[in-house]
């Protein structure tokens, strides 16, 4: 089955194109296809600008339309990386991406997680939610192990990674440096139980 079928089917399965946050009947998870290209360049320019927990600043982030859409193709047909947004209204409001190492013995069972909420949907239940439906994926798709980092400074991020089964497992000491000034950062890893 290749990288799109999985997805399609991960897609059905899980039900994620229909999947409701409690609070918020009009929200829904979806897995990103290259169509959405343009609006996932356009989510990202806005949440870097947000916050300075990010890696990219909206200046960095000059990717053109062709980029994006060969990259989330790329994303669609690895069967150890996916991509999902939150959509409100068929607007973007959150994604999370885990990107793994598909075809490396080694490090192959490995994915890493990124995640960015729209600053006016934090703590409303939609990072979690992102997670759960990521960490579903990886069950499904031979991933035993995610991992993560965040800067030691953000205990709402740290809190929302502890509560969805992720643990501390190491510091990285000036991994960041915003205004001269340097941050650390966490590592943090989760184990994952196939079904």
Request: aromatic share 8%.
């Amino acid at each position: 089955m290749d990288g799109v079928s999985l997805i399609k089917d991960f897609t059905e399965n899980m039900n994620t194109r229909n999947t409701v946050l409690t609070r918020r009947t009009n929200m829904e998870i979806k897995v990103v296809t290259p169509d959405m290209a343009q609006d996932i360049i356009n989510y990202v320019r806005v949440a870097s600008g947000e916050t300075d927990n990010l890696l990219t600043t909206p200046e960095e982030f000059n990717i053109t339309v062709e980029q994006e859409t060969k990259y989330i193709e790329s994303i669609n047909a690895s069967r150890h990386s996916n991509m999902l947004v939150m959509m409100e209204n068929g607007r973007i409001v959150g994604q999370c991406g885990l990107h793994g190492r598909e075809g490396r013995k080694r490090v192959g069972h490995v994915a890493s997680l990124g995640i960015t909420i729209l600053k006016e949907y934090w703590n409303k239940g939609i990072g979690y939610q992102l997670i759960s439906a990521q960490v579903k994926y990886a069950k499904k798709n031979d991933i035993t192990k995610i991992n993560l980092e965040v800067r030691t400074d953000n205990p709402a991020a740290i809190h929302l990674y502890e509560k969805a089964g992720f643990e501390l497992e190491g510091a990285n000491r000036r991994a960041m440096c915003i205004d001269g000034e340097y941050i650390d950062t966490y590592y943090m890893g989760m184990f994952v139980e196939a079904n």
